[in-house]
Nanobody, 129 residues
C-alpha cells in the first residue's frame, strides 16, 4: 500500500559524499519509523540507520557508519534522507529504505529487517578507490 522510491545513488570517489533520498506515498508518513539498509554482493542485508516517527528526534546508526552518515526526514515532503560523508569502498552496496508502520523505534528490533512493512527498490552506491 505504501510505495517507497530511493534515489541519489551513483558513483563517487572514496572520501566523497552522497545524499540518498527515499520518497514515500500515502498520508501517514509521519507515523512511520524509517530505516536504511544496504546489501553488498554476496553479503546479507545489513542495517545502516533508523529514525523515529514524527519529528525524528531519535536516530540510531550502525557502528560502521556512525559519525559519517546522517539520517533525517522531511515529513512535509514524505521523504527520508541519508547523507553519506567520508565514503569508503566498503560502503559500496545497494541501499534500501524501509518503513515501519508501527511507529515506535526500538533499537533491538529496528536494526533487523523484521519490523519494517514496506521496502523500496534500492539504489546503487559505488565508492571507487
Amino acid at each position: 500500500q505504501v510505495q517507497l522510491v530511493e534515489s541519489g545513488g551513483g558513483l563517487v570517489q572514496a572520501g566523497g559524499s552522497l545524499r540518498l533520498s527515499c520518497a514515500a506515498s500515502g498520508r501517514t508518513f509521519s507515523r512511520y519509523t524509517m530505516g536504511w539498509f544496504r546489501q553488498a554482493p554476496g553479503k546479507e542485508r545489513e542495517f545502516v540507520a533508523a529514525i523515529s516517527s514524527w519529528s525524528g528526534s531519535i536516530t540510531y546508526y550502525a557502528d560502521s557508519v556512525k559519525g559519517r552518515f546522517t539520517i533525517s526526514r522531511d515529513n512535509a515532503k514524505n521523504t527520508v534522507y541519508l547523507q553519506m560523508n567520508a565514503l569508503k569502498s566498503e560502503d559500496t552496496a545497494v541501499y534500501y529504505c524501509a518503513a515501519d508502520s508501527e511507529g515506535a523505534l526500538h533499537t533491538r528490533v529496528v536494526v533487523t529487517t523484521d519490523p519494517y512493512d514496506y521496502w523500496g527498490q534500492g539504489t546503487q552506491v559505488t565508492v571507487s578507490s
